[in-house]
């Protein structure tokens, strides 16, 4: 078993970089909060692939198949809820989530399981563990994160990512979410990819700063006269940026940009058409 702190265990899932993997950097991690001997609740369920519901279910009889109170969805994306509905009908519990997310799940599973989330609302587990529920769009307007005061830790799902960016749907948002964060000076991420942080609230820190900077170098793109989004990737993303991972980086590009014609200091024309 993999303990990784007073009341967290963590399963690991290994991805191979050159698949979808790519956008996983650092793998995908599943967790289990609470005590064995008492109580659980599970963070998110992983990609839809047998072998992963599997290797849950497998992790979860070495954890002495205790009582789990609750599955956690950080968000909707299928990577956090494929196999849900074994993980769910094995543990006999019910799936919680962002309101956003309720109705797309209860179609899923049945809305007899599914149970919406209140903002900050604390869950108990077992061996006197609680979790903070904490709405934070950004990556997905449906994404939640979890804060465990006990073990000062912070479940960040997709928000937070351990050794990468993340891609963002509302930059604004996304803002917000990352000052939420950071005021609760964590010490531990645990994030749904890539490794563990020790120093959790500086290193929420510096991807605040790191977006901050990369709004910077995108508005001195465009000064520079770079208008296309493409163009703006191959001004500001590394030179060895891998191919697959280019779109991603023209839709981080993308939501800087909106979020700048919101604020006033971009202007974006519409494209024209002609006959060739």
Same mark, same amino acid.
């Given at each position: ?24 950097? /650092? ?19 992983? *990609? !839809? ?11 979860? =009889? ?7 109170? $609750?599955?956690?969805?950080?968000? /909707? ?20 989530? !962002? ?6 799940? *209860? ?8 149970? &919406? ?8 587990? /077992? ?6 529920? #904490? ?16 073990? @000062?830790?912070?479940?960040? %799902?997709?928000?937070?990512? %351990? ?7 509302? #930059? ?8 939420? #964060? ?5 010490? @531990? ?5 890539? @490794? ?19 709004? @910077? ?8 006269? !770079? ?11 590394? &030179?060895?940026?891998?191919? %697959? #991972? &280019?779109? $991603? ?6 939501? !800087? ?6 604020? /006033? ?6 494209? =024209?058409?002609?006959?060739?």
């Amino acid at each position: 078993m993999s303990q990784i702190s007073k009341h967290v265990y963590r399963f690991f899932i290994e991805e191979a970089i050159e698949g979808f993997g790519l956008m996983h950097a /650092g793998g995908t991690n599943i967790y289990f909060v609470g005590d064995p001997a008492e109580d659980m609740v599970l963070v998110d369920t992983g *990609e !839809h692939y047998r072998d992963w519901t599997q290797g849950i279910l497998k992790y979860y =009889e070495q954890l002495g198949s205790p009582k789990v109170s $609750a599955i956690l969805i950080t968000h /909707g994306h299928g990577d956090h809820i494929g196999g849900s509905d074994r993980l769910q009908e094995a543990m006999n519990c019910p799936v919680r989530c !962002h309101p956003s997310l309720a109705p797309r799940l *209860e179609k899923m599973l049945g809305s007899d399981v599914v149970e &919406k989330f209140r903002s900050r609302e604390l869950i108990r587990t /077992g061996g006197g563990a609680t979790l903070r529920a #904490l709405f934070t769009p950004g990556h997905e307007i449906d994404h939640t994160c979890f804060y465990l005061a006990q073990d @000062k830790v912070m479940f960040t %799902g997709d928000t937070v990512l %351990g050794g990468s960016s993340s891609s963002v749907r509302d #930059l604004s948002s996304y803002m917000r979410s990352l000052q939420l #964060l950071a005021s609760f000076q964590v010490d @531990k991420v645990f994030p749904a990819h890539g @490794k563990l942080i020790e120093n959790g609230a500086d290193y929420i820190k510096h991807y605040i700063d790191h977006r901050q900077q990369r709004e @910077k170098q995108i508005v001195t793109a465009l000064s520079a006269g !770079h208008t296309e989004v493409y163009a703006i990737v191959d001004e500001v993303y590394p &030179k060895n940026l891998r191919t %697959g #991972l &280019k779109e $991603a980086a023209a839709r981080n590009v993308r939501t !800087h940009l909106y979020k700048l014609v919101v604020e /006033g200091v971009v202007r974006q024309t519409e494209a =024209e058409y002609s006959l060739i």
